[in-house]
Nanobody, 113 residues
Framework: QLVESGGGLVQAGGSLRLSCAAS????????MGWYRQAPGKQRELVAR???????IYADSVKGRFTISRDYAKNTVYLQIHSLAPEDTAVYYC?????????WGQGTQVTVSS
């Protein structure tokens, strides 16, 4: 199970920190990350931590979003700065464990201009 938190309504230029905690059968995670889906658009990768200090970011968020993991807590975070209206979307936590994918229920991020 993946449980996200930290979404909300924020003004453009603001910041948010999303959290995602894994529990239950998800305890030996290979990679964790964040995806987002805006209305009428496909779900897209935002950031991903694949372990051994390697992270991947979408070009649109580089320099503004930072992903981090707490391995002891099986938690992944997404620190977001300089939010823009185009960042408005449902943000989903994703975990990969032994080739099995897990998804969170999503948390809404809405950025007002």
């Amino acid at each position: 199970q993946l449980v996200e938190s930290g979404g909300g309504l924020v003004q453009a230029g603001g910041s948010l920190r999303l959290s995602c905690a894994a529990s239950g059968r998800i305890f030996s995670i290979n990679a964790m990350g964040w995806y987002r889906q805006a209305p009428g658009k496909q779900r897209e990768l935002v950031a991903r931590d694949i372990g051994v200090g390697m992270t991947i970011y979408a070009d649109s968020v580089k320099g503004r979003f930072t992903i981090s993991r707490d391995y002891a807590k099986n938690t992944v975070y997404l620190q977001i700065h300089s939010l823009a209206p185009e960042d408005t979307a449902v943000y989903y936590c994703h975990a990969l464990q032994n080739y099995i994918e897990y998804w969170g229920q999503g948390t809404q991020v809405t950025v007002s201009s």
